[in-house]
């Protein structure tokens, strides 16, 4: 992520929350205190809330490394440090807004 705004369609916004757990990875995301998170972190939250602890923590870590962290990376929506296992947080108000609308919206 290089500190721009992603630019991306309304189909692709759409297309990028459309699976639960992803909203799950940017809520957690848009309210964590630190900009950065680790993986396990992450997972632990998406686990105990997106897939109400059905996965098991390795799992869930694994969808996360290779489905949808990298679905939202490759947008510019947050950056995927997978060396390090640590997922940078976004600072972009369009997706804020777009979760925000899905939840108000549809759940």
């Known amino acids: 992520m290089t500190g721009d705004t992603p630019s ?62 990298p679905k939202l990376d490759a947008a510019g929506v947050i950056y995927d440090d997978t060396g390090n296992n640590q997922v940078l947080c976004p600072d972009t108000e369009p997706v804020a807004e777009l979760v925000e609308l899905i939840d108000e919206q549809f759940e």
Do not use: M
């Open 8 to 69: 991306f369609g309304t189909e692709d916004a759409l297309r990028l929350v459309l699976s639960e757990r992803r909203r799950a990875v940017l809520r957690y995301l848009l309210a964590a205190s630190e900009p950065v998170v680790s993986l396990s972190e992450l997972a632990t939250a998406v686990r105990l809330g997106a897939d109400d602890g059905r996965l098991d923590q390795a799992s869930v870590e694994a969808v996360l490394h290779h489905v949808d962290l």
